[in-house]
Each structure stands twice: as structure tokens, then as C-alpha cells.
Antibody
């Protein structure tokens, strides 16, 4: 059974940093591209980072480029999202999600971890 | 960037009725449209993927159509268990972009 378990969310002040983790199991993690997707309190969904299976290619939307860094440790079956210069608009539930292939949709999602950016 | 406009934002339908949700994209995305269902407290679940392909295990009352910039998601004979939020996602190009969502309730 595919499982994705996020952790690391919390309350951070504006301008602060935080690192999220996603532990994967039940599939060959190193063979799949992965992403982070967030859902705002208004329930809007936004893709925020993409990493290729080997980790050599990463992509971000302009809203987080330069502030967020996605990475992975295939030996540990773990995906990461390092977030810095956080803003109130980054407040959201953060999901890790598996792609079924390059530029194919997210076929499995974790349960999410919540980030709140507030002073 | 491809903008995805989803309508309606909310929908109230009776059990057994046909549900229709539409997504329009700002660029031609061939048939690279996907549809998700999200129930309270759960992550989104992929129902239909590119090429209007029903995912394994998803009931056949769910379907979609469309190509280019105009896409439609349909639930034939709505059931009470279909109450949820529904989202479309274009996977033709980066950044991947979602529609704004449709909240489906029972009338």
C-alpha cells in the first residue's frame, strides 16, 4: 500500500524558515517524480515544487521560486521542502504527492501537514 | 502559465440527478486535464486522468470529456457519497495549475 506521511508543520513568524518532510513507503520511491502541493484555508490548491525521481531536476512556480527548495533522499525514502522568507500567504496545508510520470497528475497524496505563518 | 477557470463554485443537486462541472483553460492543453474529488479531512483523490481515463476502482458514473480548452466532468445519478469538493488540474505544462474547485452538496 502506498503511504506518504508528512511532518514538520507548525507556527512560524513572517520571515522565518521551516523544513517539511515526507516519508514514503509501499512503492519504489526512487522511481517516481514527486511534488509538494498546498491548500490554503480558502481551499485553493496550488502546486509549489516538483522534483524528478533522481533529484537532478527541480521546478517551482514563481510564487515560491527562490524561497522554497525541494529535495529528496532516495536512500531514506524521504522527500523534503525547505521553506524560507515565509509570508502569511504561505499559510496552508502542505501535501506531498506522487506523480505517475513526468508531467502526469498526482496519483497518491499524503494526509498533509499544516503551516501557519503569523506574528 | 495556463489559467484554469472552474464553474460553478458550488452546486446543490438531488440524489439521482446528473452533475456537470466545467473547466476552461487559457491555453490549449490537448486532453491533459485531470479531475479530483476531496472529502472533508482527506487529501484529494484522483478520479479521472489525462485522456478522460477513469482511474481503477472509480465508479463508472463518473466521466469526463473535452479537448483543447473546454472540459466537462459529469456524475450520472448522483449518490449521497458524492458530496465533496471537486477540482480540475491541467498537467500539460508547468506550472501545474488547478481550477478553483466546486463544492457539491445535496439539495
Amino acid at each position: 500500500e502506498v503511504q506518504l506521511v508528512e511532518s514538520g508543520g507548525g507556527l512560524v513568524k513572517p520571515g522565518g524558515s521551516l523544513k517539511l518532510s515526507c516519508a514514503a513507503s509501499g512503492f519504489a520511491f526512487s522511481s517516481y517524480d514527486m511534488s509538494w502541493v498546498r491548500q490554503t484555508p480558502e481551499k485553493r490548491l496550488e502546486w509549489v515544487a516538483y522534483i524528478s525521481s533522481g533529484g537532478g531536476s527541480t521546478y517551482y512556480p514563481d510564487t515560491v521560486k527562490g524561497r522554497f527548495t525541494i529535495s529528496r533522499d532516495n536512500a531514506k525514502n524521504t522527500l523534503y521542502l525547505q521553506m524560507s522568507s515565509l509570508k502569511s500567504e504561505d499559510t496552508a496545508m502542505y501535501y506531498c504527492a506522487r506523480h505517475s510520470g513526468w508531467l502526469l497528475p498526482f496519483d497518491y497524496w499524503g494526509q498533509g501537514t499544516t503551516l501557519t505563518v503569523s506574528s | 502559465e495556463t489559467t484554469v477557470t472552474q464553474s460553478p463554485a458550488s452546486l446543490s443537486m438531488a440524489i439521482g440527478e446528473k452533475v456537470t462541472i466545467r473547466c476552461i483553460t487559457s491555453t490549449d492543453i490537448d486532453d491533459d486535464m485531470n479531475w479530483y474529488q476531496q472529502k472533508p479531512g482527506e487529501p484529494p483523490k484522483l478520479l479521472i486522468s489525462e485522456g478522460n481515463t477513469l482511474r481503477p476502482g472509480v465508479p463508472s458514473r463518473f466521466s469526463s470529456s473535452g479537448y483543447g480548452t473546454d472540459f466537462v466532468f459529469t456524475i450520472e445519478n448522483m449518490l449521497s457519497e458524492d458530496v465533496a469538493d471537486y477540482y480540475c488540474l491541467q498537467s500539460d505544462n508547468l506550472p501545474l495549475t488547478f481550477g478553483g474547485g466546486t463544492k457539491l452538496e445535496i439539495k
